[in-house]
């Protein structure tokens, strides 16, 4: 008879022959496949790194789980862990890890406390891919654990003779906000609520980034902090070199107004002004804005510029409400929730304005629980319990009109 631990052994393999058999691409067969590896190991982190097809090829990571960004990290081939596991093809178990073995993993980690390590080649039959790495902060992985580890890879493996192969790799700008050890904290009296843990998070030149959770988890007040609505109680932001960390109410107001613009699921329009006023008024706050008229244009509305809030749907609101936002000619848009009040019809239709928005070079970072959405992005970042937990690098961004729910 089968003891507990090799039952729960066909179990798991089990259940990832499922993943692999229900996935419509590879992409979606590697991320169910990882969170299975980290969940039956009780993993703290994990990567899949890829490589590119270019002549001086590199490993990037694609998707992870765990508190950090790495989006940004590069392994040479053959330097490091991962970059010695991709090019000789065979895993490297670290089962209690020290830091002269890996000093890049320590990077990748940024500087967690890691107990073990394991790094398994990702490769097809035709094509080596990239590496699948796990850590653990806590506790060393078992060798029963390490073999269902290498096992699960293998597995995975196999679903990309019958998967779709990864798009090409995404060339992210340069870092435009950058936010380390985020933390927020809210007092009602005697109790103290911990909305935000520690967010290590980048924003980047020109991205679609979208913030993912449930209720609950700090996506909106991590959205208020970029734009600089609120304050951190603790942890260092910054914005183009700027240290935002301690900056004053006056400050963050300036940054604010000449820098980022919102949209917001209520429109939040002046009723008593029509839409080219609406638009006039901020207008008058910034430096630098871009001309009404024009910008009414940008989102289809040239031919109700003198309409009145009252006097337009609600998805025609919103596109006003994006053209506010655009007026100032802002470097980031925070998006909250922009769709939520909206008919699937409408919205796509604004959505389609967002997309030219960030063609013409805009930063957008939008909240939604819309999972759909998502496809639309370069980066997803999928939040849990006050932290980031999971970042998916989109390789291949869906068109506003390819979105079904």
């Not at 982190?45 to 960004?69: C, F, H, K």
């Not at 609520?193 to 030149?205: I, R, S």
């Not at 949209?263 to 006039?280: C, E, G, K, T, V």
């Not at 970072?365 to 319990?385: P, Q, S």
Request: glycine fraction near 8%; aromatic fraction near 6%.
């Amino acid at each position: 008879m089968l003891d507990k631990a090799a039952l729960q052994y066909y179990k798991t393999i089990g259940e990832l022959q499922g993943i692999i058999s229900t996935s419509e691409t590879l992409e979606s067969a590697l991320k169910g496949g990882l969170r299975l590896i980290v969940d039956s190991c009780g993993a703290q982190a994990a990567v899949v790194w890829y490589t590119d097809a270019s002549e001086n090829a590199q490993l990037r990571p694609y998707y992870w789980i765990g508190p950090m960004d790495i989006t940004n990290r590069r392994h040479a081939i053959g330097e490091g862990a991962v970059g010695r596991v991709f090019e000789k093809q065979m895993p490297e178990r670290y089962l209690e890890f020290k830091p002269e073995y890996d000093a890049e993993t320590l990077t990748d980690f940024e500087g967690e406390a890691i107990a073990s390590m394991l790094a398994m080649p990702l490769s097809s039959t035709n094509e080596d891919l990239g590496v699948v790495q796990v850590i653990k902060t806590e506790e060393p992985f078992t060798e029963e654990e390490a073999d269902l580890f290498e096992m699960l890879v293998l597995m995975a493996a196999i679903a990309i003779e019958e998967n779709e192969a990864l798009a090409a790799p995404w060339e992210h700008g340069d870092i435009v906000m950058s936010l380390r050890g985020i933390t927020r904290e809210f007092q009602n009296g005697e109790i103290l609520t911990k909305v935000l843990k520690g967010v290590n998070l980048d924003v980047y030149e020109g991205e679609f980034l979208v913030l993912l959770g449930e209720s609950g988890c700090g996506k909106s007040t991590l959205l208020n902090i970029i734009g600089g609505m609120d304050q951190a109680t603790s942890g260092e932001i910054s914005y183009l070199g700027q240290d935002l960390s301690h900056a004053t109410q006056d400050e963050l107001t300036e940054f604010r107004r000449n820098n980022i613009g919102f949209i917001f699921q209520s429109y939040n329009l002046m009723p008593n002004l029509n839409a080219l006023q609406n638009l006039n008024l901020i207008a008058e706050l910034v430096k630098e804005p871009r001309e009404s008229e024009k910008v009414l244009q940008v989102v289809g509305l040239e031919d109700r510029m003198r309409s009145y809030p009252s006097q337009l749907s609600g998805g025609q609101q919103q596109r006003v409400s994006i053209a506010r936002a655009l007026v100032k000619n802002p470097h980031i848009i925070l998006a909250d929730e922009p769709t939520a009040a909206l008919d699937y019809a409408t919205s796509i239709e604004v959505l389609q304005v967002m997309e030219e928005v960030i063609k013409d070079g805009t930063t957008l970072v939008m909240v939604t629980h819309n999972e759909e959405i998502t496809r639309m992005a370069n980066r997803v970042v999928r939040m849990r319990d006050g932290r980031t937990h999971e970042v998916t690098v989109n390789r291949h961004p869906a068109r506003a009109t390819d979105l079904v729910w």
